[in-house]
């Protein structure tokens, strides 16, 4: 036991072991995989543990994953100390064993069999990033409640935006700042960077960051120092700012998109100058589980007799929404529409009228699927949806209205 090591960054996992959450947070090159799997073999010793290690995505933990705890064991020399199996390692003295699971594998979402394994002591989350469905990580997390230990969690990520539920939920609402480390509140914090790791680092690994910070201050910042980006990386529109809406009494005609389950309805409100090449941009609507009535009680409030354009997929929906007294249209759909949609925006100045929160926070988060690609996220896109909507059918006429 007295052969694993942890950098005392980590030593909050030790000292404050009544936390139940703990965030572990860092960029590139910071020693993050290598401090959790010691700290997992060093847990592991203890007796009745079950540690479930996930990630969202698991194609095969024989290849991904176990290899870095093999590798670990035995630079300790520990190998007659554990059995590895292709999906767990058994500590054979303390009978504590770690399980590697996918929250989503090719069978689909695994989240009820997780919520199912008897005795979960620690939940770990690697990449937890990937996750951006807040209720998924509530359902398993609820179901650790071992009484044999204590009970943790343990998210590890490489920050994204301050629009990740893990920003929200830890540090937004704890009042907590980047790069903090100790116990705060009752939650482990722990960040490092490559700094804390630089003797497991090459000198060359070690330039090509520090060059990365006079290229690129800002990908430095996040990817390399593990900092939280305001805007997400790659983002589709940096043509907007916030105004005053319709400040010369243009026509306002109106886009609105429909949310499944989770997902919100929409309603944005917007005025085009054509001669000015501004978009002029009002958030009416940003929420889930409305029905019918509801819809067209808020339409009919907001909109009166001006149009809306509405996605196509819920035909049924707009023929209701109209027989009660809509002005209500269905767009058209085509291929290719989302990248013409889109260029459309971006050939515009979109000015954001101040308490659209929800459609800024869209703005700042929607993204090109891949660096250089012309695909987008399917992700922050519910306003911005009902923005290509109208806009389109205003400026690509009615007869090409098309979304995807």
């Known amino acids: 036991m007295n052969k694993v090591q942890l950098h005392n960054k980590y030593q909050p996992l030790l000292l404050a072991k009544n936390n139940r959450y703990s965030i572990v947070t860092g960029g590139r090159g910071s020693g993050k995989s290598y401090g959790l799997t010691m700290y997992l073999l060093l847990l592991s010793m203890e007796s ?40 767990e ?23 009820a069999n997780l919520k199912s394994i008897q005795g979960v002591t620690t939940f770990v989350i690697e990449e937890a990033e990937e996750l951006v469905d807040e209720s998924i990580f509530d359902k398993i997390d609820l179901s650790v409640r071992s009484v044999k230990r204590e009970n943790r969690t343990i998210l590890v990520m490489n920050p994204t935006t301050r629009e990740h539920w893990v920003y929200k939920r830890f540090f937004e609402s704890k009042g907590v700042r980047d790069g903090s480390n100790g116990s ?19 000198d060359g690994v070690i330039t090509t960051m520090e060059q990365m910070r006079v290229d690129d201050i800002d990908n430095y910042n996040n990817v390399v120092l593990g ?44 005025a085009i100058d054509k001669s000015k090449k501004i978009i002029y941009i009002q958030e009416h609507l940003y929420q889930t589980g409305l029905n019918t009535h509801d819809l067209y009680t808020i339409n009919n409030k907001v909109c009166g007799r001006s149009l809306i354009v509405a996605d196509s997929a819920e035909p049924r929906l707009i023929s209701e929404l109209a027989s009660k007294g809509n002005n209500i249209r269905a767009c058209k759909k085509g291929a290719g529409s989302i990248s013409a949609g889109v260029s459309i925006l971006q050939s515009y100045e979109l000015v954001l009228e101040s308490n659209s929160k929800n459609i800024a926070t869209e703005l700042n988060n929607y993204a090109y699927a891949d660096k250089g690609s012309n695909l987008f996220t399917d992700d922050y896109n519910h306003a911005l949806d009902a923005l290509r909507y109208i806009t389109s059918f205003h400026l690509m006429g009615s007869s090409k209205i098309a979304i995807r």
């Open 48 to 87: 009745n543990h079950v540690i479930l290690f996930t990630r969202y995505t698991m194609t095969s933990a024989q290849i991904s994953i176990i290899p870095e705890f093999l590798e670990k064991i035995e630079l300790l020399g520990l190998e007659d100390m554990f059995h590895v199996t292709k999906t």
């Open 89 to 111: 390692i058994i500590n054979k003295q303390s009978g504590s064993k770690i399980l590697f699971r996918g929250i989503r594998t090719s069978s689909g979402d695994q989240t």
């Open 184 to 202: 705060i509140n009752g939650i482990n914090y722990i960040h490092t960077t490559y700094l804390d790791n630089l003797s497991n680092l090459s």
């Open 227 to 270: 900092g939280w980006r305001a805007k997400a990386e790659g983002v589709v529109f940096n043509n907007w700012r916030f105004g005053d809406f319709n400040p010369d009494n243009l026509q306002v005609s109106y886009g609105q998109d429909y949310g499944f389950k989770n997902d919100a309805n929409t309603l944005v409100g917007v």
